[in-house]
């Protein structure tokens, strides 16, 4: 499927045996490396699709996508880690249900495959899904901003979703103190909440990360940039396991993933260091928007706007690209200020 008429601009893929314009590639790898560093995921959410608008069949946007995750996920796993924004006890316990998750999924997915409907199930699912999680986001800050009105604030600030109270107060032992996170809980809460969003990653090619993220905030209580760091820690990990599977399954384009790399190692400095100047609800809001528009490009897919399709999916990755990199340049800028005003040397009097 070819967007524009040069032919310098599409790369032929061999395993998957379609065409591919290679600058999308460039630019899908570079805005989630950006996206993912920044939202706490692998980005996985807009590469699938993205793929698969791009051209790719969808088990092949599926598989590839999650061997590319792996590699940028651990590039924005470290800079969290020197931040100390991960909770590895916590994205460790999570591993147990996400493996066993993915896997289910997988299967699902081969199964619908063989059955030849496979693309538009997964469309309308991964849509489903992105329309429960735009909600709970927008819901969750409306929320928020009434009981900050209304002047109910508590020491940790205004508050939306807090599922995660009740879910808290069931005392299934063995009950683990996560430190890092600042809460205690039965090791099952965090063990069947990955299970589920680890076999709609292995279903929808997502990593987790667009389901884990608000789970860790909305059902675990993990604060948002700890969930940040110790999601792109699990998704690092569920992300090799993914890649696994699917290349014993054949179908993973290794080229692909290369060249999306390479503009993914760049953006997943600046996603990272960016989270260092935004503010929690910033971060969420940015991300419901984003989700908004993934979602109706997945629609179009589905209806054959390829080429619109393209460009929403692109246009949106590119524009909030553009607004972290803004927050990160005003951010630093505002820094360097500070700290060039408490320097002794700049003081009036000093010599």
């Known amino acids: 499927m070819e967007f524009f008429g040069s032919a310098w601009l599409y790369l032929h ?34 590469v699938t699709p993205g ?27 470290m800079r969290h880690s020197k931040f100390g924004n991960v909770d590895y006890k916590l994205g460790l316990v999570m591993l147990v249900g996400t493996m ?8 699902i997915v081969m199964y619908l495959e063989r059955l030849g409907n496979v693309d538009s199930i997964v469309r309308w699912v991964y849509a489903a899904f992105l329309a429960l999680i735009a909600w709970m986001v927008f819901y969750d800050y409306v929320k928020a901003t009434r009981q900050r009105k209304a002047g109910l604030v508590g020491e940790h600030g205004a ?38 969003t680890g076999l709609l990653a292995g279903f929808l090619g ?27 820690f699990e998704v690092m990990i569920s992300g090799l396991y993914g ?34 100047y ?10 419901g928007f984003a989700v908004v528009c993934c979602m109706f490009s997945v629609i179009l897919k589905e209806f054959r706007y390829d080429l619109a399709a393209a460009v929403l999916i692109l246009t949106t990755i590119g524009v909030i690209c553009l607004y972290i990199i803004k927050i990160l340049w005003k951010g630093a800028v505002e ?6 005003s408490l320097d002794p040397r700049r003081m009036p009097g000093t010599i």
């Open 278 to 287: 935004a503010q929690g609800y910033g971060i969420r809001l940015a991300f």
């Open 100 to 107: 066993a998750g993915i896997e289910f999924g997988a299967q």
């Open 159 to 196: 508050k939306g979703i807090t599922w995660y109270a009740a879910l808290h107060r069931i005392k299934i032992p063995p009950m683990v103190n996560f430190r890092v996170a600042g809460f205690t809980c039965s090791v099952w809460l965090p063990i069947g909440v990955s299970f589920i």
């Open 51 to 77: 793929l698969n608008i791009l051209g790719f069949p969808m088990a092949f946007a599926i598989g590839t996508d999650m061997a590319h995750i792996a590699g940028k996920s651990m590039i924005s796993t």
């Open 206 to 232: 997502i990593g987790g990360g667009l389901l884990r993220m608000p789970a860790l905030v909305y059902l675990i209580g993990c604060p948002t940039h700890i969930a940040v760091g110790t999601d792109l």
């Open 335 to 340: 820094e360097f200020r500070s700290k060039r």
């Open 243 to 276: 890649a696994f599977t699917y290349s014993l399954k054949g179908r993973i384009e290794i080229v692909a993933v290369f060249v999306m790399l390479t503009g993914a190692a760049v953006g997943a400095q600046i996603g990272t260091v960016a989270t260092k």
């Open 13 to 46: 893929m061999p395993i998957a045996g379609v065409k591919i314009f290679w600058p999308g590639l460039v630019l899908i790898g570079f805005s989630v490396g950006t996206i993912g560093g920044f939202f706490g995921m692998g980005g996985a959410w807009m």
